[in-house]
């Protein structure tokens, strides 16, 4: 029974056969009641236990200094509370002697090491002081920078002076010795990260990034989200909620979540990559209105999403795009990638098996990747591209609820002309349970490359309100992750697992890692 430690120990007052067997921590309470015999056992997996130290160890404490008994140890563990939010719970056991537990936090700590290998010790922290509502700073000092002592982990944090530095830092300077990278603020600033982690990763691969023809390949470091920024879209897609706390845990268990990433093209030269939503027409005139009433703060979005609503714009286009592979896999086939996802794990493998077949054949991707393609041309409200399901506050489930998060597909969504009144019905749909999808003049696609060319929309003075605001311009611009593209015609290509952060997608189901056995 080399595998197993176990003892009595008290735990609340109660006594408890504690046994640490395997992949699992598991106590029993000692009952006197001869009717059951053996009272309800409660278990959890080692995974998901931060630390475990000597004395009582309060985690508020500046120094984490054992405050008393000798008898005692203190096991800090991951507990679900509600939906994804997780917390940090600590469990404080008694011993018969100081010397038994010694051996319960070796024998822990040993377990931890054994099937916690991806756990990182060394992280850089970027973090922006104007993301979101301005607390990136506050809420790395008082919440994360602690959590991350108790668990051993060192964090090297930088706090940005300008747009852009994270992702300079990351592109000039020495990584050696870290194992990720972590923001405090909100889907910008992962961008930034994004884009300088995969920029520098081509670099050192002496793959040509700026080519469309490009195989891009994926950095092994991770990078991990602090939620503080004004949506979050990215934490709430692959984490469920962006709650700091729950994004710290994910980072301390060291967990792992490879995401697609959109490379977008303009006369085959990269502008842009994205993993949220890219949009043109009505997301891109929100964003481009928005921005000459920065004063407002966030509620900017809210007002010029009401004037584009009210506007009623559309534009012409053609869409060409190639589909996604798995015929078994689309936008309306009312599945959810969640943790453990089937079809992105197939993915993994397919990933695995083709850069086994590039390799031996000495083949280009495109020579095993070739397929049809499909056009639409018309008159578009909206149309929008999305690799996840873009989830945030205001939409739980989403642009494209079904997207999954690492199958190597984006879904494509186009909102072909409409009155406002069916647009308007199109985008509350998304607040509630309703398809947003089931509507004639809504069509989405699961595809893995796109070509959109814009062609010059006569301007017409629409209506009354058309007429209060402003002539319709020809062509709109795109809103890329949040940025703004000046290009009307762009081309995109979705790169299969390009990037890992440090989650473990939305659990889907579970409700507690604590269970009675
Ligand atoms: N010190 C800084 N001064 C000005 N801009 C900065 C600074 N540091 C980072 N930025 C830029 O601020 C932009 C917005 O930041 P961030 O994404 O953190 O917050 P947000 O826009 O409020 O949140 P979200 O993107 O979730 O809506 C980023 O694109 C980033 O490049």
Known sequence: MGDTFQSLLRLKKKSYQVCLQGKYLRWTEETQDLASR?????????????????GRVETLTPSFGPLAGVNQFTVFHVKR??????????????????????????????????????????LLVFINPIGGRGQARKVFQTQIAPLFELAGIKSTVIETTRANQARDHILEKNLQGLDGLLCVGGDGMFSELMHGLIGRTQKETGILENCADSALVPSS?????????????????????????TSALHIIVGDTQPVDVCAVYHARTLLKY????????????????SDQYRWMGPCRYNYSGFKMVLLNRSYEGAVEFQLAE????????QTRCRTGCLVCSESSERL????EELKDKNLKHEDIHDSEWHTVEGTFVAVNITCMCSACSKSPDGLSPTAHLADGTADLILVKKCSMLQFLKHLIRHTNQKDQFDLPFV??????????????????????????????????CWNCDGEILHYPSISIKVHCQLVNLFARGIEGGQSSSLFTC
Not at 276 to 281: D, E, W
Not at 326 to 333: A, E, I
Not at 446 to 474: E, M, W
Request: contains cysteine; charged residues 20%; positive net charge.
């Open 443 to 476: 069509e989405v696609y699961r595809i893995k490359a796109l070509k959109f060319t814009a062609r010059k929309t006569v301007s017409i003075k629409k209506g009354f309100f058309g007429r209060l605001f402003s002539n319709q311009p020809p062509h709109s």
């Open 81 to 122: 509370v509600k939906r994804e939010k997780w917390i940090l719970e600590t469990l404080l056991f008694t011993a018969q002697n100081s010397e038994l537990c010694h051996q319960w936090v070796e024998a822990l700590q040993r377990k931890i090491q054994q099937y916690g290998g991806n756990r990182p010790r060394n």
């Open 274 to 289: 994205s993993v949220s939503l890219i949009g043109y027409g009505f997301y891109g005139d929100v964003l481009a209105d």
């Open 38 to 54: 053996i009272g309800q056992s409660v278990c959890f997996p080692v995974t998901e236990i931060v630390c475990a130290q000597m």
């Open 352 to 355: 695995k098996e083709e850069s």
């Open 221 to 245: 470091l991770r990078i991990g989200i602090i939620p503080a920024g004004s949506t979050d879209c990215i934490c709430f897609a692959t984490v469920g909620t962006n709650d700091p706390i």
């Open 326 to 333: 798995n015929p078994q896999s689309s936008p309306r086939d």
